[in-house]
């Protein structure tokens, strides 16, 4: 297995640039390949665009770069096959926060040329916001604990904190003691989780006990929410072109084992506060059979099959082109 | 009509993967490198990943996906042994029940299970087993037509096949079947000297120079009936492997006066000679073989594949008899060839794909650089994770100088640059060199670098157009399967009689024989690769600059492992297997690493046992 990652002293780590690979899956494995600037993007990101193209710059985690499903299934290639004239600059990173996205999109696209920029915000990544650690595999398998660029609030103003983070991973001994809560283990229950997992009862535990795998969005006035929020209020107050904010779901929410709605609530606050455009794709989905929806999914990967990426495509293309309308594409 | 076609060979040893393209080959590689077991027979998921990745395709793009073998040829092969064999085989019959019923005929399922399809077709294809070994040294050779012969210990029922190759057409029109085998019968004695069968039998030829062939007549009188034609029958009498899990039995012990020799013991003069003449008797067939191909088809070219044919010695001895004008032999000739084989038989017979040759006269094989590369990035990035010090020389020409004079100051250099080899030899892509004119050098390598025997030889490299200066071969030898002499002129003369008496190898070893005395083996012959600019630019620069420095244009190429280790394909393994040794010098694409400047190495196993000897 190659390795496909390096570090980077602003993001934290991105692809190694022009890595190309074939991931082993249990999809049946997945092509996938970086451009120059270590993303998983079919395009290079030249700064000036072609005559007639509308670029769109698409930041996200891996269910934006495309974990599970080969280049060219992924929403943002299916987007360009269904706008034409568009060409999507995907900058999702594996693994990443919406904190990470904000610093790529400062390090590598705010000198590019674009129409719109789409923020696709897993729902999950609040949790990466609030961490400021993360644990990740090594290549012997070990699981090791990566620092990570993380931002906090100082008076209402965002401060950069542990940047540049530490090349060299931490074993959980190695950690100390007062950081043992910043690191992101994938959300609550942590060892409940890898038992009710291993035993094969995740959606029938999830479904039963009603689970709400995020309740930092529940209060307005959760910190991690403020970060959250603060971020992408400062990002897309920035920006003078249209910004489409998706909050992606993640598979309770699209196959309704969990409610949405405090999520739901505070991305429309956001929206409704910068005044960018939201789409939330969630109607869309349920509007699938329960069947199809759990297709979106693969058997145990949670990440996002051929198929789910489809659905999201059909659910964000309509959006995406309103958007554009009255966007002249440039030269 | 484009035709991409996925190769495969899996279950018996060495399983492989490989990927055709519209004729072309695009990748092959064997499942031990990625999963590091040696010769590993697994299903080669690993092996298929990476093929596809090269391709970068997804399985459904596929048009074809052969197996190189047909299971139920040979579970009717087990069976009818078995039953012929009666009570004593009873053993055996469980153990190919497992083999062959657990398994082998479920390759579909394995394939779905590692790919998530079964192609466009939705099928896989079974070819037979020597059909796949004579598609690969066919297609790839640089020849329009050629006789064809292939030679390994069984497929199927099949254990020699002779035929004729035209353009896309194969026909094989002659077999031997088991249980008569020139394979097996090296394979007994490679078991008898104390070897491993399958993987230990290099080491049998390796031997050979060093006895006298004082068996060849007992072997030729009691064991094999050789007729004219080179075809051949064994006296089944002596042999264990049609009833029992044993290469031999007591009458062949008898015949050669005692038990097999303990691996890992003292080699003695019998099992030298026993080498020289069991060597000898298959030198023979060949060239009878061969003799009759030529007579039967008039093809002006001979190619060749199957486990017999990686026996350079062999080639060597069949290339000087003249009988052909050309030869080709697959550098993978062993099963793992059989995935390229298969893979070349879905394209152009299946596929009806034409025939693609090399516009300059070369072969297909791309110089048998079929693996996986890692780009600078990636090694940069590898390095950079672990904190290994290192230093990058991106100019091409100031870094092969360098490593050149490394080698010429006498260090041992791991090099790790380009594709990795498909095929059980390094040829400069995973290799670790030396100076060949260097007299320590073949010691100290073997039992500092590579912890073997030290009676193996070490091959050369050798540049192209430099090879007649060094050899008596007039003809290129770019895949190590050829040995030729080291020219007379070149010569040391040895003290004959001490090499007479000698019981101890090590007293023969140590006498340097030439001037380039760690290549040169005790009978003054070389296992030879030529370099090409043409198959591997990087490398003959290397030997070019070791040239312009030096005024020797011959380095020794040995494959980058320790004993028992599958050659290295990644980075990682590199460095790995460069801190458990005496290497001097890492070279991973444009960075070079010294082993005194690196941090202290924590090794995770132990790796001195976990390796599995030959």
């Given at each position: 297995m190659r390795q496909l990652f390096e570090y980077h002293p602003v993001i934290g780590y991105r692809f190694i640039p022009g890595v190309k690979a074939r991931v082993p899956h249990e999809g049946g494995g997945y092509l996938m390949r970086a451009n120059g600037s270590g993303f998983?993007?079919?395009?290079?990101?030249?700064?000036t665009k072609a005559p007639g193209v509308q670029r769109i710059l698409l930041f996200g985690d891996s269910f934006t770069a495309g974990e599970?499903?080969?280049?060219?299934?992924?929403y943002g290639d299916r987007l360009e096959t269904m706008i034409p004239g568009i060409e999507v600059f995907n900058f999702g990173l594996p693994g990443t926060g919406t904190d990470q996205h904000y610093l790529a999109y400062q390090e590598y696209a705010a000198g590019l040329e674009y129409d719109a920029l789409v923020l696709g915000v897993l729902v999950e990544n609040i949790l990466r916001v609030k961490a400021r650690y993360r644990i990740y595999q090594n290549d012997q398998g070990d699981e090791v604990i990566y620092a990570k660029p993380y931002f906090e609030l100082d008076h209402g103003r965002l401060v950069l904190r542990?940047?540049?983070?530490?090349r060299k991973p931490l074993t959980e001994a190695e950690l100390p003691p007062e950081e043992r809560?910043?690191?992101?283990?994938?959300?609550?229950y942590h060892t409940l989780r890898r038992v009710v997992k291993r035993l094969g009862l995740r959606d029938l535990a999830q479904r039963l006990t009603h689970y709400?795998?995020?309740?930092?969005?529940?209060?307005?006035?959760d910190p991690a929410w403020l970060v959250m929020q603060a971020i992408l209020t400062q990002w897309i107050g920035g920006q003078d072109r249209p910004v489409l904010l998706v909050p992606i779901p993640f598979y309770q929410y699209v196959e309704q084992t969990s409610d949405p709605a405090a999520y739901q609530e505070r991305f429309r606050e956001v929206a409704a506060a910068t005044g960018c455009s939201l789409h939330d794709p969630l109607p869309d989905l349920w509007r699938h059979s329960q069947e199809a929806r759990r297709g979106f999914r693969f058997t145990r990967d949670p990440h996002l099959t051929a198929a789910g990426h489809q659905a999201l495509a059909e659910s964000l293309a309509p959006a995406l082109s309103r958007l554009l309308e009255g966007v002249e594409a440039g030269g | 009509m484009s035709a991409t076609v996925l190769g495969l060979s899996a279950f018996y040893h060495d399983s492989a993967a490989a990927l055709v393209q519209d004729g072309e080959i695009i990748a092959a590689a064997q499942e031990e490198r990625f999963?590091?077991?040696?010769h590993d027979p697994r299903f080669p998921a690993r092996a298929l990943n990476y093929c596809l990745e090269e391709g970068f395709l997804?399985?459904?793009?596929?048009d074809a996906i052969v197996f190189y073998d047909n299971p139920l040829l040979t579970w009717d092969r087990v069976l009818k042994n078995c039953l012929q064999a009666g009570e004593s085989a009873w053993e055996q019959f469980n153990q190919a029940c497992r083999s062959v019923l657990g398994i082998k005929v479920w390759v579909r399922d394995y394939i779905r299970a590692a790919l998530g399809s079964l192609g466009r077709a939705d099928r896989v294809l079974f070819t037979e087993h020597h059909l796949a070994h004579a598609a690969s040294a066919f297609?790839?050779?640089?020849?329009?037509a050629a006789a064809i012969l292939t030679l390994d210990g069984v497929g199927e029922w099949e254990t020699t096949t002779l035929g004729l190759g035209r353009d896309r057409t194969l026909e094989l029109s002659q077999v031997i079947h088991y249980p008569h085998s020139l394979g097996l019968l090296y394979s007994a004695f490679t078991y008898f000297c104390g070897f491993k069968v399958n993987s230990g039998e290099y080491k049998l030829m390796g031997l050979?120079?060093?006895?006298?062939?004082?068996?060849y007549r007992t072997i030729r009188d009691h064991l094999i009936d050789v007729k004219p034609d080179g075809s051949f029958r064994l006296?089944?009498?002596?042999?264990?492997y049609l009833d029992s899990n044993?290469?031999?039995?007591a009458a062949f012990h008898d015949l050669f006066g005692g038990p097999p020799r303990q691996p890992e013991s003292f080699i003695t003069r019998r099992e030298r000679d026993l080498a020289a003449s069991v060597q000898q008797v298959l030198e023979e067939v060949v060239v009878l073989l061969a003799r009759h191909l030529k007579r039967e088809t008039g093809a002006p070219n001979l190619v060749m594949a199957g486990g017999?044919?990686?026996n350079c010695v062999a080639n060597g001895k069949l290339w000087r008899?003249?009988?052909?004008e050309g030869l080709w032999v697959?550098?993978?000739?062993?099963?793992?060839?059989g995935a390229l084989g298969a893979a070349l038989l879905g394209a152009?017979?299946?596929?009806d794909q034409p025939r693609r040759r090399n516009p300059n006269g070369r072969?297909?094989?791309?110089?048998?650089?079929l693996g996986p590369a890692y780009q600078p990035a990636e090694v940069i990035a590898f390095l950079e994770r672990h904190q290994y010090p290192y230093e990058r020389i991106s100019d091409g020409e100031v870094r092969l100088r360098r490593i050149a004079q490394a080698i010429a100051e006498g260090k041992v250099v791991g090099y790790f640059a380009g594709r990795m080899e498909f095929?059980?030899?390094?040829?400069?892509?995973?290799s670790i060199l030396g100076d060949?004119?260097?007299?320590e050098m073949q010691s100290r390598m073997n039992l500092?670098?590579?912890?073997?025997?030290?009676f193996r030889p070490f091959a050369p490299s050798v540049l192209a157009e430099e090879a007649g200066n060094y050899f008596d071969?007039?003809?290129?030898?770019p895949y190590m399967l050829l040995v030729a002499p080291v020219r007379e002129a070149r010569r040391l003369p040895v003290d004959a009689a001490a090499y007479a008496q000698a019981e101890d190898l090590r007293t023969i070893i140590n006498?340097?024989?030439?001037?380039?005395?760690?290549?040169?083996?005790?009978?003054?012959s070389a296992r030879v690769q030529t370099v090409h600019p043409a198959d591997n630019p990087d490398y003959h620069g290397l030997l070019r600059a070791f040239k312009d420095l030096t005024g020797c244009g011959v380095i020794i190429n040995t494959s980058f492992?320790?004993?028992?280790?599958?050659?290295?394909?990644?980075p990682q393994d590199a460095y790995r297997c460069f801190r458990r040794t005496q290497m001097d010098l890492l070279v991973l694409e444009d960075c070079l690493l010294w082993q005194q400047d690196q941090p202290p190495f924590a090794d995770t196993e132990d790796w001195k046992t976990a390796y599995e000897l030959d």
């Open positions: 998983r993007c079919r395009h290079e990101f030249t700064p599970g499903v080969s280049d060219g299934q992924r542990q940047s540049p983070p530490p809560e910043s690191v992101d283990r994938g959300g609550r709400q795998p995020y309740p930092e969005y529940n209060d307005p006035m | 999963s590091r077991k040696k997804d399985p459904a793009e596929l297609y790839p050779s640089p020849f329009e050979a120079p060093y006895g006298e062939p004082r068996y006296n089944l009498d002596y042999f264990g044993y290469m031999t039995n017999v044919a990686l008899e003249g009988i052909f697959q550098p993978a000739s062993g099963d793992a060839g152009h017979i299946y596929l072969d297909g094989q791309k110089g048998s650089y095929g059980p030899r390094a040829l400069g892509a995973r060949a004119r260097n007299p500092k670098i590579k912890f073997r025997e030290s071969l007039d003809v290129e030898s006498q340097a024989r030439s001037d380039i005395p760690a290549v040169t083996h005790v009978d003054y492992n320790v004993r028992g280790e599958p050659i290295v394909c990644s």
